[in-house]
T-cell receptor, first 115, second 113 residues
């Protein structure tokens, strides 16, 4: 158990809809990262928040947005969903503000299926 | 462009046999190097990391990796694999100039009984 909690574990929705994925980081971790994992794209970094502020942005679509709340949990909002958004979405957390020197702790992921 | 290459998409190994998974990177400076493992239905877990010093690093679950600067490689090894090692293995590289890791495409390890 990594200590990172993601909900929901599975989500099935239709094209054009909007969903929210939630992540609770490990106790004491200030950074939250969102990743998308799909068969054709592999593991793609989407966005990072550190202590409530956006720290880094990766290949995140404009239809997607995220935020980190004062209690440090984070939400990833996916809107106007397309079939290609079907993927496994991971949240990870770390103590520090950079993901390059410290260990990332991953949740078990939220599997999104868009029909 | 900065990149991390895991040339093997799949590797099949017999239980009890040795294992080597390859990872190459293309950067000028020595990066921070990581191997993560993703077991079926699970998130990724850190196996080991290299920052500096001894180029042979030990990790969890009996894995080790060797950093070879001349070859820009960080290959993962295990002397004798177990069926529970069946998983996908990801190499990742970090630079001080980036906030984020650069990930390889992953190698799926299949264990033959």
């Amino acid at each position: 158990d990594s200590g990172v909690t993601q909900t929901p574990k599975h989500l099935i929705t239709a094209t054009g809809q909007r969903v929210t994925l939630r992540c609770s980081p490990r106790s004491g971790d200030l950074s939250v990262y969102w990743y998308q994992q799909s068969l054709d794209q592999g593991l793609q970094f989407l966005i990072q928040y550190y202590n409530g502020e956006e720290r880094a942005k990766g290949n995140i679509l404009e239809r997607f947005s995220a935020q980190q709340f004062p209690d440090l949990h984070s939400e990833l909002n996916l809107s106007s969903l397309e079939l290609g958004d079907s993927a496994l979405y991971f949240c990870a957390s770390s103590v520090g503000g950079t993901g390059v020197t410290g260990e990332l702790f991953f949740g078990e992921g939220s599997r999104l299926t868009v029909l | 462009a900065q990149s991390v290459t895991q040339p093997d998409i799949h590797i099949t190994v017999s239980e009890g046999a040795s294992l080597e998974l390859r990872c190459n990177y293309s950067y000028g400076a020595t990066p921070y190097l990581f191997w993560y493992v993703q077991s079926p239905g699970q998130g990724l877990q850190l196996l080991l990391k290299y920052f500096s010093g001894d180029t042979l690093v030990q990790g969890i679950k009996g894995f080790e990796a060797e950093f070879k600067r001349s070859q820009s490689s960080f290959n993962l090894r295990k002397p004798s694999v177990h069926w529970s090692d069946a998983a996908e293995y990801f190499c990742a590289v970090g630079l001080d100039s980036n906030y984020q890791l650069i990930w390889g495409a992953g190698t799926k390890l299949i264990i033959k009984p």
